[in-house]
């Protein structure tokens, strides 16, 4: 669950493209002494040279009279809930961060445990009794030693996720919401569901929203696909005439190099439909995130997609550029120090990394493809125990 809590939290952070660029205060005359001065008799022995007094230009407000946050770097507008955006690069710098946050803390790892829980219970159990529902009505003649097609389990697992999709998303909004008691939305799951049926267009908005119902479809669709069709795909494609009864171990390989191709494609639409499962809708107060979330609600997988890739920025973690202060006394003569431009700093590595938000799509790889891994040399070293399909669907 920690490892999930992580990965989770990096797919829904926004990261803007415009944090870390350096901020200079604006800096205005101060006319008030300029006119005390001139009012002065001894204006006139005046040193010429000396530059009029300067001071920083007052912040904007908002109605309520709080500063406008301009920057979501900046350290006394950011809400104390909120870690701070591009301080961790991974999964396992994001749960050390959280561990050290002083709003979230060690606990914090474990936030919609129970929610997981019965989401993961109810599941297994559903599943393979509507796969059996599905043969049975589709193909009640079938041999049990037959292979069944594929389009059987892939519906049995799109049924099942849609039918479980709001404990998904209360799972979803449970670990995203701050673990702070002052700014905690939900205190439990029954409550957040009591919430979101009361405020967000009860069951019909829960099931049926286009910005819930169409990413769960493909979601829910797109991984056993992938899951299925990869390997066999792969070992055509590699001129392999292998199948999980004659060549196990050659035939294991190739399901992990499926499953980590597979990831390539199911990984970003997994992240949109995080993202999307954030936003509050109808009357619904707008959650309170542990990170940074993006201010403005996405309209759609196609928007939600668009915007990640043209205003976020994928090198993590952030290092702040520090532009060097003007001298006053050079100023005051027309002489400037030259400053860094934060465009031209870094002209290679991951600059690039900068201008594209498409490792905001892959938040996690690296813990999906460790966790591939692991499961393919479980099985490798219990070969014969079992009956294979290792495979994370």
Known sequence: MPWEVGKLLLQVQWVPRDAGEPEEPELVDDNEDALSDSSNDDSYFADPHVAPARHTAPRPTDDQGYVIRRSVLEEGTRPEYIIPVGSADGVWGMMKRIG????????????GLLTSCISEIISTTVQPLIHNFLQSLFFPSMSPFHQPPIFLPVASHLITGFLLSPLDLIRTRLIVQSFTSRHRKYTGPLDALSQILRDEGGLKGIYFHPQLFIPTIIDNA??????????????GYLGIHISEETNPWAWGFVELGGSCLGLLVTLPFETIRRRLQVQVRGTAIPLRGCVELRPAPYNGIVDAFWHILTEERSDLPIQRTVRPRRDSQASA????????????????????????????LYRGLG??????????????FSFGEGDGGWAEI
């Open 100 to 111: 050290h946050f002083r709003g979230e803390g060690y606990l914090a790892l474990w936030k």
């Open 367 to 380: 813990m999906r493809l460790g966790a591939s891994a692991i499961v393919f040399c479980l099985a490798f």
């Open 333 to 360: 003569k027309g002489k400037e120090r030259p400053t860094l431009d934060a465009s031209n700093e870094d002209t290679s590595g991951g600059s690039w990394l900068k201008q594209t938000g498409i490792g905001q």
């Open 222 to 235: 797109l991984r056993p696909i992938v899951s299925l069709a990869f390997p066999g795909l792969l070992a």
